[in-house]
């Protein structure tokens, strides 16, 4: 078989898997990290696209020849991957508002540092609680279940094969309150804690007038805070592992949603 050939046969399940590929790899956790250099990343991209190119059915790889048509085309590939790699985040983006509202409850929300991850202003619990996140998404094989969730979209879901009919959006909904459950899961400790604090100095106050509490209350309750972090950081950690096990679960039902639309 000549090159040609076998260019005109692999090119286009190649540009497909590319563009689904470079979806997840755009805005999918760790794989999007602003922190990596863009020629890495579209590398990853295109290695990714290489593995995966074979599992494309030739039959589902059909181009359209106008240029308008190639673009919607693989525009619509790139969506798909975008709407994978971006539920992984939805688990990340909880975690982060648990950083936030544990350091607003420590006082220590104002001083924010850039994050190169997401270019925001974030606190250093914030930044912290990231860290760790990334950590144990690494420890339990989160990234291998986004890559097999990636591989597992071109046969659940082939491609010039799905709509769109909403019933995506409903199901990332229902991720967004998940996320949100998991940061007051997380936060919890750091704000029962910081509530009970409050309320002693509130006690203390009333009881002794001549005791200057608020000399004292910023340095306390960032103390105490950082005592309950140390110590909850354990809990935390299998809070989050728990959201990260849930992935394997989740992507394939993301894949059957998508199956019938975005």
Do not use: K
């Amino acid at each position: 078989m000549s090159i040609d050939s076998l260019l005109m046969r692999w090119t286009p399940a190649y540009l497909l898997a590319l563009a689904r590929c470079g979806g997840v790899v755009a805005f999918g956790p760790i794989f999007g990290s602003r922190t990596l250099p863009p020629p890495l990343r579209a590398g990853l991209a295109g290695i990714l696209a290489i593995v995966l190119a074979p599992a494309v059915r030739m039959a589902d790889s059909q181009l359209p020849s106008d240029v308008l048509g190639l673009a919607a085309t693989l525009l619509g590939e790139l969506a798909i991957g975008g709407v994978l790699g971006f539920a992984v985040r939805f688990t990340f983006a909880g975690i982060s508002v648990a950083g936030e509202v544990a350091a607003t409850q420590m006082g220590v929300g104002l001083p924010a540092v850039l994050d190169p991850n997401t270019m925001t202003q974030v606190s250093t619990v914030n930044q912290f609680l990231d860290q760790v996140a990334i950590l144990t998404f690494l420890a339990v094989g989160g990234h291998h279940t986004v890559l097999a969730a990636l591989a597992q979209s071109l046969t659940l879901v082939p491609p010039l094969s799905v709509g769109y009919n909403g019933r995506v959006m409903e199901f990332l909904l229902g991720m967004f309150g998940s996320a949100l459950t998991l940061a007051l899961r997380i936060a919890a400790p750091v704000g029962a804690a910081m509530l009970a604090s409050m309320v002693t100095l509130g006690l203390l106050n009333r009881l002794a007038p001549q005791v200057n509490v608020f000399m004292v209350t910023f340095t306390l309750t960032v103390g105490i805070g950082l005592l309950v972090l140390l110590f909850a950081l354990p809990m935390m950690g299998a809070v989050m592992i728990s959201a990260f096990r849930e992935l394997p679960t989740l992507l394939p039902a993301l894949l059957g949603r998508m199956r019938h639309g975005l």
